[in-house]
């Protein structure tokens, strides 16, 4: 697997949404290159410590970038391939490694060969490209023949990955991203319902052009064992533990979080060493900062999203504590666009980036953070406190969700001087216990020696 993906913190962006492109595209337009405006982001990003970006779909599609027009092309609202090469380039000479979305599971109805069999019914060539088609019966569009929709929505075309044309398709589109844009790694769309034979020969065709590809997939339930392993993916998107960051915190209710992290991750956890992704809102969710109702819980949810195990992503906007809820059938309110240096004034914590850099700085000078065990000390209401371990650094995390400080006594992993590196002094543990004040709806993050 690629080993790099680690030691990442991720800035997830919808370019679609933040570069202001219109909601429907218009095939017949000249390009426009708005993703250009994304490269005004980058110092920003780097400046809260992310060294990879996952980017939402970019390439040619109807509205909103999960329904796949053409594979091979940037779509035309965010400007043309020369754009998203010459701003892949930017990225790495930032610092970023660049992670694309891939959306294999369908297309749109516009994909050129659904097209053909619009136009050719039974005597199209690519009949059998599309999952569930038959000619027997009619689409809800009034076609002449039915097919399969993802989760029932008929402007997305199911493929038929089985077929292998359909797959040297996709491959060959995918082995241009990499020779062509330079891309580091892709986050599979609806992964849960994508054939895993499939995703066992992408992933095989993907590492032989570039061993360091990284995939994550978008998984909501199951045993994310299925997805992730030597085989297939090298992680997933931890859906278990977003909804515990969350409604812990509005609840005032650690235990559920806690059980979450120790079934995962503790002793025997079903994940443990495996580097799952983690994320307190994105794309498809309401801001989290909406979640919450008060503001000042974004800071104990940071923390903790940032000494967890796995790898920490942070959604465009929400380290200003941007709010934004969905509506039926409109995800637009939580796709913005943003620019940069209007950010701050658009969310109710503009003060909380700095502190995400302060948390992505803490995360990135401790391997115990990054890639340590995941050991659980303490839990109460509004308490947590838990311990990472690796190759002789112990780092214990004591978090306080309460409007007040309060007394927290843990095991002590050892005796002695145990040293705060959010910066708030220094703390000595005596006879097995560990004994500190944590302060109000934040923490300490505390390195023995």
Known sequence: MAGWALDSIFYHVYPLGLCGAPTRNDFGAAPVERLDRLTEWLGHIRG???????????????????????????DRRLGTDETLRRFVAAAHDAGLRVVLDGVFN????????????????????????????????????????????????????????GNPAVREHLFRAVESWIRDFGIDGLRLDAADVVDLDFQRALASRCRQLAPEFWLFGE??????????????????TNYETYKGLYSSLVDRNYFEIAYALNRQFGPGGMYAGLPLYNFV????????ASR?????????????????????????GSEWGMRGERRPGDDNPVRPAIDVAAGPSMGAEPALAGVIERLASVRSGSAALRRGSYRQLHVAAEQLGFVREVDGESVVVLLNAA??????????????????????????????????EVPAGWGLVLRAG
Do not use: C
């Not at 369908?106 to 039974?122: C, I, K, L, P, Y």
């Not at 809102?281 to 989290?288: A, G, I, S, W």
């Open 292 to 316: 919450l109702g008060q503001s000042r819980l974004l800071y104990p949810l940071y923390l903790l999203l940032f000494t967890m195990p796995g790898v920490p992503s942070i959604y465009y």
């Open 48 to 74: 809260l410590g992310a060294n990879a970006l996952y980017l939402g779909p970019l390439f040619e599609s109807t509205a909103h970038g999960y329904d796949t027009a053409d594979y091979w092309h940037l």
């Open 403 to 436: 409007d007040r400080p309060v007394e927290v006594a843990v095991p002590a992993p050892r005796d002695g001087e145990w040293r705060d590196l959010l910066g708030s002094g220094a703390i000595t543990a005596a006879g097995g216990v560990l004994r500190a």
């Open 219 to 236: 998984v909501v339930h199951g045993d994310y064992r299925r997805w992730a392993n030597p085989e297939t993916l090298d992680s997933v």
């Open 281 to 288: 809102d994105n794309h498809d969710q309401d801001r989290v």
């Open 106 to 161: 369908h297309v749109g109805r516009d994909f050129w060969a659904f097209g053909d069999v619009q136009a050719n019914g039974e005597r199209s060539a690519y009949r059998d490209w599309f999952a569930g088609l038959r000619f027997d019966g009619h689409s809800p569009y009034g076609d002449s023949f039915a097919y399969e929709g993802w989760h029932g929505h008929f402007d997305l075309v199911k493929l038929n990955l």
